[in-house]
């Protein structure tokens, strides 16, 4: 007999109970396909991977305290730009025609400038202006102001480092990296150490919940080592494998480590867009398959940006342009990104730069060629979704880059294009207030990055506690915390 049919004599052994079980059994099985089937196959009138927000519990907050830092080095800091002569690294700087500089350094809280390379480094601004924003008119945000250190998640330094490196290079650039106190940026940096270094809050935690916002990848490198157990708000970790001058005369090589900088405890931030916002239904016929503006040699990893450049510049349908930060440079920028299906971006001096936000403005679908690139907001949004991802290998091969675009359907470059659109509101910073002192837009930049902040207060309070515990006299040795 049988193995089976020793099972069914069995049953027919056991009786009517034994059906009855048999009966129950295959009705079970049934109820959970139909769950299943159900669950899995319901309609859903949008995508949802594109924006994978979790955090959506009207009671989460982030409670944030400010650290009593003078005005000197925020507000204080931009009146004293608004006072200075214009930027002779650029043609024509907006921020100083007749009339508009003396008003603007007279404000409480002044705006930021619109200075191309300075304005697209602002997080720190936007974020300050948050916090300062009177709470019943905090409707937006998930960071709550506290008071008392003892309540806050986190502290948050409200130093504009950006906007401080960007006034060095505007004076003489070429002391920039050196550690002398004529170097207005290195003595700010220090002056801040100083001071929340020495201030409870920094020695209750050893500085891991502090937050220093750093939208420049020059901002603060001076300083790296005291600030590395922080959170650090960065553009990229390009910026911090920088020549680290230990002398005046800047002749070191020294790169930062791995368990300095991470993914673990730090935060990608976006650059600000330089250019305007298009609307998908102002959207128009594109013309151009790729475009590029921008500059054509850089160090580091950016010289792939040359190789491109003479592998591209004579394809038919590709644009090929150096650009200029000036108002011409921007216009051009605006008609070439809007006109181009897709927009190319290769890595400069650091993995990204602000070309990125300006091509998802323009619904000009990325061509990310950048291999060590880490970008804003990953986890609550997919860039592949709306972005194409090459390798520096690929894109060096003759013609590859070119056929495989030509092979993207029509229909998948629209679905790229309806993307950008849904995720346009998480690269915007400017609230459309007076000084950035207003509510935010919920799904905008600013709440982007508290929510990703939030992500990392688990982890920042278990440091601290373990640090607590250390006995005097001991160290806890240094790991690297690799992604």
């Known amino acids: 007999m049988t193995k089976s049919s020793s099972s069914l004599s069995s049953s027919s052994v056991n009786g009517p109970w034994s059906i009855y079980k048999l009966f129950f059994s295959i009705s079970l099985i049934c109820t959970l396909f139909m769950s299943s089937y159900l669950l899995f196959n319901k309609p859903v009138s949008a995508p949802t991977s594109i924006l994978q927000n979790t955090l959506q519990d009207p009671g989460f907050t982030l409670k944030v305290f400010v650290s009593e830092l003078p005005r000197s080095y925020n507000y204080g800091l931009l009146q004293e730009y608004w006072s200075l002569p214009p930027d002779n690294r650029i043609r024509f700087d907006p921020d100083h025609v007749p009339g508009l500089k003396q008003n603007n350094s007279n404000l409480e809280f002044p705006p930021y400038p619109k200075n191309p390379v300075t304005t697209q480094n602002s997080a720190e601004y936007w974020l300050l202006g948050d916090l300062m924003t009177p709470e019943h008119l905090r409707n937006g945000s998930i960071a709550k102001r506290v008071y008392d250190v003892k309540e806050a998640d986190v502290v948050f330094v409200p130093f504009f480092s950006a906007l401080s490196c960007e006034m060095q290079l505007s004076i003489d650039r070429r002391i920039l990296p050196m550690k002398v106190m004529k170097n207005l940026d290195y003595k700010r940096q220090k002056e801040v150490i100083d001071i929340v270094t020495n201030s409870e809050a920094w020695k209750r935690s050893g500085g891991r919940d502090h937050i220093f916002a750093l939208s420049n990848p020059m901002a603060m490198w001076h300083v790296k080592d005291e600030i590395a157990p922080a959170i650090l708000l960065v553009v990229d970790f390009g910026g911090w494998v920088q020549i680290d001058a230990k002398a005046s005369h800047g002749n070191s090589n020294e790169k930062i480590g791995h368990t300095q900088v991470s993914l673990i405890k730090d935060v990608i931030v976006p650059y600000n867009h330089l250019l305007p916002a298009l609307q998908l239904s102002d959207n128009q016929p594109r013309h151009n398959l790729l475009f590029y ?143 950035g002192i207003g509510p935010i837009d919920p799904n905008g930049t600013v709440n982007q990055i508290w929510k990703k902040i939030y992500h990392k207060v688990p982890m920042i309070k278990e440091a601290v506690t373990r640090n607590r515990r250390k006995p005097p006299g001991t160290s806890i040795p240094l790991r690297c915390q690799c992604t």
């Open 293 to 435: 503006k921008g500059a054509k040699h850089r160090q580091r990893g950016g010289v792939i940006r040359a190789k491109l450049w003479s592998m591209l510049e004579h394809e038919p349908g590709v644009v090929m342009e150096e650009g200029v930060a000036d108002e011409t440079g921007r216009q051009q920028s605006i008609k070439g990104m809007r006109d181009s299906e897709f927009c190319l971006h290769p890595a400069g001096d650091t993995p990204t730069s602000c070309r990125l936000f300006d091509a998802i403005q323009s619904l000009c679908i990325p061509v990310i060629v950048s291999d060590q690139i880490e970008l804003p907001f990953e986890g609550i949004i997919d860039y592949s979704e709306f972005s194409v991802f090459v390798s520096s290998n690929d894109a060096l091969q003759p013609k590859w880059l070119v056929t495989h675009l030509q092979n993207i359907s029509k229909e998948q470059r629209e679905e790229y294009r309806k993307n950008l659109a849904r995720v346009q509101p998480m690269f915007e910073y400017d609230n459309g207030f007076p000084g």
